[in-house]
T-cell receptor, first 113, second 115 residues
């Protein structure tokens, strides 16, 4: 079965609102998680990462939360802007692998002006 | 800012033909990866490469696929006899010296269309 998945395939928010994108993972051995943003016709772009020894990490306008108890990952985007419109993927890496990432299906974020 | 580059941006080929997709990873990176993304689907891992050999590969990466680091800068993915289902975006990625769980930088991708 799929190791990493997303609860919502699409998310539409108003410009200026906060966005929350969710992700579930099933491999308890995963120890590293990344959020990528993918704009149409481009490769995945790194947003933020978090290791399993942390439960929260903040970047510029973005926060990643990790709940290992329920194997849940979320990406929060503050004051969402039209430029944030893209597909967002979570990805996991489990200890012992050579860094290959397991991606979820992606959530399409649409920002309405 | 250094970036991963890929050529060509779009490759159209006939079924059964060989294709070579090219990547130039970031210069001080030592771990290299190929991923693919079928239209509308998630990104899938194909293969990882370190120290001139394959570190890990997925079940997708069968005998029709091969990778090579022919010189100090290029990293290639060869598909020996393309099938219709090989049509996808192929992404190259690289990461820093220690490999493992570090940020992977992705290239812009090559769109492969098999007719």
């Amino acid at each position: 079965g799929e190791s990493v998945g997303l609860h919502l395939p699409t998310l539409s928010v108003q410009e200026g609102d906060n966005s929350i994108i969710n992700c579930a993972y099933s491999n308890s051995a995963s120890d590293y998680f990344i959020w990528y943003k993918q704009e149409s016709g481009k490769g995945p772009q790194f947003i933020i990462d978090i290791r399993s020894n942390m439960d929260k990490r903040q970047g510029q306008r973005v926060t990643v939360l990790l709940n290992k108890t329920v194997k849940h990952l979320s990406l929060q985007i503050a004051a969402t802007q039209p430029g944030d419109s893209a597909v967002y993927f979570c990805a996991e890496n489990y200890g012992g692998s050579q860094g290959n990432l397991i991606f979820g299906k992606g959530t399409k974020l649409s920002v309405k002006p | 800012e250094p970036e991963v580059t890929q050529t060509p941006s779009h490759q159209v080929t006939q079924m059964g033909q060989e294709v070579i997709l090219r990547c130039v990873p970031i210069s001080n990176h030592l771990y290299f990866y190929w991923y693919r993304q079928i239209l509308g689907q998630k990104v899938e891992f194909l293969v990882s490469f370190y120290n001139n050999e394959i570190s890990e590969k997925s079940e997708i990466f069968d005998d029709q696929f091969s990778v090579e680091r022919p010189d100090g800068s290029n990293f290639t993915l060869k598909i020996r006899s393309t099938k219709l289902e090989d049509s996808a975006m192929y992404f190259c990625a690289s990461t820093k010296t220690s490999g493992g769980a570090y940020e992977q930088f992705f290239g812009p991708g090559t769109r492969l269309t098999v007719l």
